[in-house]
């Protein structure tokens, strides 16, 4: 077969195999009332494969070839087998050789540094897609034990979707996960063939139609600061300040610290968790 021959049968290929799956199969929502198509719309494939309802649809249409991300995306979402994987590829001229994962990213020492010495403030280092690199104990007494949580899961955005706890700390929980949803789009933007940020939108569009919608509504954001609202369990209702500092040997990495100012119910809740910390009170059992 020739380019527009090969295009043509992969765009039949993932017509057939997108129509053999139903919403419920990947996680979607059920939608009331009967659906005027067999299995998934193309924009629900294209929400869960991290690409844009017009690619797929080119895609589809064989006027468009797909890279190897999006192609590794397409398979996972289609839950394809290893020989459909494999097929799905050759159609595409690309190696169905699995990409090897990313090994978990350190956190750069200077950060690592100014992490240990906030022996009183909440801090993080959050990494591309806002990977959790690094923490320290007060961060863990505010947020959640981080240590407890699979090193290829700790990401901040995904544990605001998918962590029960980590969700109930938000009173205003919509407005802070809308707000994740458009610091991922941003990071798209920036990477839009990263494979890893393309996995994780997909998860999280099959798990939450809240992010479903709002990663289709393509807003974006970057904010350096601001106010943070929490309702922690030991320390009550908290208002914090958050700043980022970036490292400048790596602009990916950044350190996110949590302040209040003296006098507020924010700085007696930090002082709160940090005697009980000093005390070695594991304040992240809730």
Same mark, same amino acid.
């Given at each position: 077969?020739?380019?527009?021959?090969?295009?043509?049968?992969?765009?039949?290929?993932?017509?057939?195999?997108?129509?053999?799956?139903?919403?419920?199969?990947?996680? $979607?929502?059920?939608?009331?009332?009967?659906?005027?198509?067999?299995?998934?719309?193309?924009?629900?494939?294209?929400?869960?494969?991290?690409?844009?309802?017009?690619? #797929?649809?080119?895609?589809?249409?064989?006027?468009?070839?797909?890279?190897?991300?999006?192609?590794?995306?397409?398979?996972?979402?289609?839950?394809?087998?290893?020989?459909?994987?494999? #097929?799905?590829f050759g159609l595409s001229g690309k190696d169905a050789a699995r990409p090897r994962r990313r090994a978990v990213r350190e956190a750069q020492p200077q950060l690592r540094r100014l992490l240990d010495d906030l022996t009183s403030t909440p801090a993080v280092v959050l990494g591309r897609r806002t990977?959790?690199?690094? /923490?320290?104990?007060?961060?863990?007494?505010?947020?959640?034990?981080?240590?407890?949580?699979?090193?290829?899961?700790?990401?901040?955005?995904?544990?605001?979707?998918?962590?029960?706890?980590?969700?109930?700390? #938000?009173?205003? /929980?919509? #407005?802070?996960?809308?707000?994740?949803?458009?610091?991922?789009?941003?990071?798209?933007?920036?990477?839009?063939?990263?494979?890893?940020?393309?996995?994780?939108?997909?998860?999280?569009?099959?798990r939450d139609p809240d992010f479903l919608r709002w990663w289709g509504a393509h807003e974006v954001a970057v904010r350096s600061e601001g106010a943070k609202r929490l309702r922690h369990p030991i320390a009550g209702d908290l208002t914090l300040d958050w700043s980022t500092l970036t490292c400048a040997?790596? &602009? =990916?990495?950044? $350190?996110?610290?949590?302040?209040?100012?003296? =006098?507020? &119910?924010?700085?007696?809740? $930090?002082? $709160?968790?940090?005697?009980?910390?000093?005390?070695?009170?594991?304040?992240?059992?809730?």
């Amino acid at each position: 077969m020739n380019d527009a021959a090969h295009r043509s049968e992969l765009g039949d290929f993932l017509r057939a195999r997108r129509e053999e799956l139903n919403p419920a199969a990947v996680g $979607l929502p059920g939608t009331a009332g009967r659906r005027r198509v067999t299995g998934l719309r193309r924009e629900e494939v294209a929400a869960l494969t991290s690409i844009s309802t017009d690619h #797929y649809t080119r895609l589809e249409q064989g006027r468009r070839q797909a890279s190897e991300p999006v192609l590794d995306a397409l398979a996972r979402v289609l839950r394809l087998g290893d020989d459909e994987r494999a #097929y799905l590829f050759g159609l595409s001229g690309k190696d169905a050789a699995r990409p090897r994962r990313r090994a978990v990213r350190e956190a750069q020492p200077q950060l690592r540094r100014l992490l240990d010495d906030l022996t009183s403030t909440p801090a993080v280092v959050l990494g591309r897609r806002t990977d959790v690199l690094a /923490w320290n104990p007060m961060a863990a007494a505010l947020f959640i034990d981080f240590a407890r949580v699979p090193p290829q899961e700790r990401n901040f955005v995904r544990l605001v979707f998918t962590d029960p706890a980590f969700r109930a700390l #938000y009173p205003d /929980w919509a #407005y802070t996960a809308q707000a994740c949803a458009a610091q991922l789009r941003m990071e798209a933007a920036l990477d839009p063939d990263d494979p890893e940020l393309a996995e994780l939108v997909g998860e999280l569009s099959a798990r939450d139609p809240d992010f479903l919608r709002w990663w289709g509504a393509h807003e974006v954001a970057v904010r350096s600061e601001g106010a943070k609202r929490l309702r922690h369990p030991i320390a009550g209702d908290l208002t914090l300040d958050w700043s980022t500092l970036t490292c400048a040997a790596d &602009p =990916g990495q950044q $350190l996110i610290t949590l302040t209040a100012e003296p =006098g507020t &119910p924010g700085h007696d809740g $930090l002082r $709160l968790l940090a005697a009980r910390v000093s005390d070695g009170v594991a304040t992240a059992e809730r």
